[in-house]
């Protein structure tokens, strides 16, 4: 199993950067592959993005070019760098840690407590 802890949520201005970090420990080795979650309230988790150890990523299209994902495979970390951020992106941020990058939230095996980000308009 893997524990993982988002931190670096907050209020931020619609427009302005925010960084989301992960923190991953226990069986690091079977997170192959790290990817980030969001879900506002009342509504379904949805994909934001994932990378896997080499570096492959993918992105939801609502925040392509606005959102970097990156992992620091030494550290077991992921991070998710928000920049240009807009009202719609206000939800929880969860990190998850499973074997391939995927969409999909039931493919992945861990999930931290996530953090909240609030874009202010």
């Known amino acids: 199993q893997v524990q993982l802890v988002e931190s670096g949520g907050g209020l931020v201005q619609a427009g302005g950067s925010l960084s989301v970090s992960c923190a991953a420990s226990?069986?690091?080795?079977?997170?192959?592959?790290m990817a980030w979650f969001r879900q506002a309230p009342g509504k379904e988790r949805e994909f934001v993005a994932a990378?896997?150890?080499?570096?492959?990523?993918d992105y939801a299209d609502s925040v392509k070019g606005r959102f970097t994902i990156s992992m620091d495979n030494t550290k077991n970390a992921v991070f998710l760098q928000m920049n240009s951020v807009k009202p719609e992106d206000t939800a929880i941020y969860y990190c998850?840690?499973?074997?391939?990058?995927?969409?999909?939230?039931?493919?992945?095996?861990?999930w931290g407590q996530g953090t909240q980000v609030t874009v202010s308009s």
């Open positions: 998850a840690s499973g074997r391939v990058v995927t969409r999909n939230s039931e493919t992945y095996d861990d």
């Open positions: 990378i896997n150890r080499s570096g492959s990523t």
């Open positions: 226990g069986r690091t080795f079977r997170s192959y592959a």
